[in-house]
């Protein structure tokens, strides 16, 4: 008997050291799966997000992204404007033609963007237990490219932590869990089902443009068991009106952005930062057709987005 069970012991052990080698687990979609969570949705899934179309209401759940735009140091950005010739105005042909042309200086994790799942691992294993060495290049991912996140097209919820907490903003450090978001579905009477979007309202983005340093200083957000329970939901991505979604300071001091590791390498979630959800509470729109089609941009980690609801 003590055998056999032993034998069961080393079986069990074994596997789970496959599994979870490095920390983070194979695919449940398989070895090949690049696309994570996405593989979730499916035209029927649209079909049926398509019908919490009501009023024909349109949101932009995209921050404008500029040069005061809080960032995670020492990301920055910058533009410049030029005109195509000598830049002194000169016309071309007979038609007078004048334009301006731009270019972009950026990191692209700044403003409202799209966590791949390529940003964060477990000790340099990533999404799927794809190894830096293999996936990462200076001139840009050679696997998991934001270019190649398929559209989003989905049922949106969202939920609203300020009527949970009973204040117009969370504060910093201030944490919400499975409890607080069981409780917000209660009361919106929403459910959360697999392939949605869930978005969280914390009213952190009412300091923009009045107090930077303390936005970017720290935030409200989600814990770690949250981030659990909403994996075990089957979600697509996981937002919030926040910089990093999950709450700074940290739960335990000695852990550094657990939720993130949870979500991307570990689940294949994606991670929606800064979205601008106080429209959406103003009007009490708890759910809605959630689309994003991000910038194809070859190779980048992230990528600067403007989703859109429609109610």
Same mark, same amino acid.
Request: net charge negative; hydrophobic share 40%; glycine share 10%.
């Given at each position: 008997?003590? *055998?056999?069970?032993?034998?069961?012991?080393?079986?069990?052990?074994?596997?789970?050291?496959?599994?979870?080698?490095?920390?983070?687990?194979?695919?449940?979609?398989?070895?090949?799966?690049?696309?994570?969570?996405?593989?979730?949705?499916?035209?029927?899934?649209?079909?049926?997000?398509?019908?919490?179309?009501? *009023?024909?209401?349109?949101?932009?759940?995209?921050?404008?992204?500029?040069?005061?735009?809080?960032?995670?140091?020492?990301?920055?950005?910058?533009?410049?404007? +030029?005109?195509?010739?000598?830049?002194?105005?000169?016309?071309?042909?007979? =038609?007078?033609?004048?334009?301006?042309?731009?270019?972009?200086? *950026?990191?692209?994790?700044?403003?409202?963007? +799209?966590?791949?799942?390529?940003?964060?691992?477990?000790?340099?294993?990533?999404?799927?237990?794809?190894?830096?060495?293999?996936?990462?290049?200076?001139?840009?991912?050679?696997?998991?490219?934001?270019?190649?996140?398929?559209?989003?097209?989905?049922?949106?919820? +969202?939920?609203?932590?300020?009527?949970?907490?009973?204040?117009?903003?969370?504060?910093?450090?201030?944490?919400? =869990?499975?409890?607080?978001?069981?409780?917000?579905?209660?009361?919106?009477?929403?459910?959360?089902?697999?392939?949605?979007?869930?978005?969280?309202?914390?009213?952190?983005?009412?300091?923009?443009?009045?107090?930077?340093?303390?936005?970017?200083?720290?935030?409200?957000?989600?814990?770690?068991?949250?981030?659990?329970?909403?994996?075990? +939901?089957?979600?697509?991505?996981?937002?919030?009106?926040?910089?990093?979604?999950?709450?700074?300071?940290?739960?335990?001091? =000695?852990?550094?952005?657990?939720?993130?590791?949870?979500?991307?390498?570990?689940?294949?979630?994606?991670?929606?930062?800064?979205?601008?959800?106080?429209?959406?509470?103003?009007?009490?729109?708890?759910?809605?057709?959630?689309?994003?089609?991000?910038?194809?941009?070859?190779?980048?980690?992230?990528?600067?987005?403007?989703?859109?609801?429609?109610?």
């Amino acid at each position: 008997m003590k *055998t056999r069970k032993l034998a069961v012991a080393i079986i069990v052990y074994f596997f789970s050291s496959v599994i979870y080698a490095d920390g983070v687990p194979v695919s449940r979609f398989g070895p090949d799966d690049t696309i994570g969570a996405i593989n979730l949705l499916s035209p029927k899934k649209v079909l049926e997000a398509a019908k919490l179309i009501k *009023t024909g209401k349109t949101y932009a759940l995209g921050m404008v992204t500029g040069r005061d735009t809080p960032a995670y140091p020492p990301r920055t950005y910058d533009i410049v404007i +030029l005109q195509p010739g000598d830049g002194k105005g000169a016309t071309q042909g007979s =038609n007078l033609l004048t334009a301006n042309d731009d270019i972009l200086r *950026t990191w692209i994790g700044i403003g409202s963007q +799209l966590d791949g799942l390529a940003h964060i691992g477990v000790d340099h294993v990533y999404y799927n237990q794809a190894k830096a060495e293999d996936i990462v290049a200076t001139t840009g991912m050679l696997k998991y490219g934001t270019h190649d996140v398929p559209p989003i097209v989905t049922r949106g919820v +969202l939920l609203d932590m300020t009527a949970i907490f009973g204040k117009p903003m969370l504060n910093e450090g201030e944490v919400f =869990n499975t409890p607080h978001i069981k409780k917000a579905m209660k009361r919106q009477a929403v459910n959360i089902t697999e392939g949605d979007v869930v978005l969280f309202h914390t009213g952190w983005h009412s300091l923009l443009g009045k107090d930077n340093t303390r936005f970017g200083a720290g935030e409200p957000g989600l814990g770690n068991e949250g981030a659990e329970f909403l994996s075990s +939901l089957n979600v697509v991505a996981v937002g919030a009106d926040t910089w990093g979604l999950e709450v700074v300071p940290m739960e335990d001091p =000695n852990l550094v952005f657990p939720v993130h590791q949870t979500f991307l390498p570990r689940n294949g979630i994606y991670i929606l930062e800064n979205m601008v959800t106080a429209p959406l509470v103003a009007d009490r729109v708890w759910e809605f057709l959630f689309v994003l089609g991000q910038p194809r941009l070859e190779g980048s980690v992230q990528a600067i987005i403007n989703p859109i609801a429609i109610h």
